[in-house]
């Protein structure tokens, strides 16, 4: 099983300013990782598919980066509504698919 | 447009099976590709995968729980059913149904929480 490890764990950042979360693979998983945004209540979102592309209607100021076992969500211009928890997932060796225990965007 | 609900019990009690359905509407599972999981969270935590059923009705399990879950789908009625044998209160949790693609999950249900309890 391949494990997915995000960090932090929590991340204070103003409204405008850009946000970096992590996300590492236990293995390589090539460019087979999603990101998902989850607010309170709500099911996730996804995001960012194929480590880069983003879904359809998600923002530009969401990009991801990265391949092998290090992986990027980053946030440009942070917003009030993009507070919330973010999850990296691995769908390069499966099953199972994993998932990351979760990045928590908090305002500074 | 994609919509999945998740409907069933919100509270079951220790050792019973749970039955769990997810309706959707926007695609059909008898079209190459398709598939659709089951993905929980329990409170506070984070999301774990369950299970999934492809439009060729090859079923994937979680492999620590691929004893207790079984997933069935009803095509005709645009139905996906997931069963847990033998629940406890650490499955506690809200479930999830979502639409498969090529690995992750872009439409996903509002989510059903189910309490295991006496």
């Known amino acids: 099983e391949i494990v997915m490890t995000q960090s932090p764990a929590t991340l204070s950042v103003s409204p405008g300013e850009r946000a970096t979360l992590s996300c590492r693979a236990s293995q390589s998983v090539t460019s087979k990782i999603a990101w998902y945004q989850q607010k309170p209540g709500q099911a996730p979102r996804l995001l960012i598919y194929g480590a880069s592309t983003r879904a359809t209607g998600i923002p530009a100021r969401f990009s991801g980066s990265g391949a092998g076992t290090e992986f990027t969500l980053t946030i440009s211009g942070l917003q009030s509504e993009d507070f919330a928890v973010y999850y990296c997932?691995?769908?390069?060796?499966?099953?199972?698919?994993?998932f990351g225990q979760g990045t928590k965007l908090e305002i500074e | 447009q994609i919509t999945l609900k998740e409907s069933g019990p919100t509270l079951v009690k220790p050792t019973q099976t749970l039955t769990l359905t997810c309706t959707f509407s926007?695609?059909?599972?008898?079209?190459?590709?398709?598939?659709v999981v089951w993905i929980r969270q329990p409170p506070g935590k984070a999301l774990e995968w369950l299970a999934l059923i492809y439009w060729d009705d090859d079923k994937r399990y979680s492999p620590s729980l691929k004893s207790r879950l079984t997933i069935t789908k009803d095509t005709s009625k645009n139905r996906v059913v997931l069963t847990m044998t033998n629940m406890d209160p650490e499955d506690t949790a809200t479930y999830f149904c979502a639409h498969f693609i090529s690995g992750y999950f872009d439409h996903w249900g509002q989510g059903t929480l189910v309490t295991v309890s006496s």
């Open positions: 926007g695609f059909s599972l008898d079209t190459s590709g398709a598939g």
């Open positions: 997932q691995q769908y390069k060796n499966w099953p199972p698919v994993t």
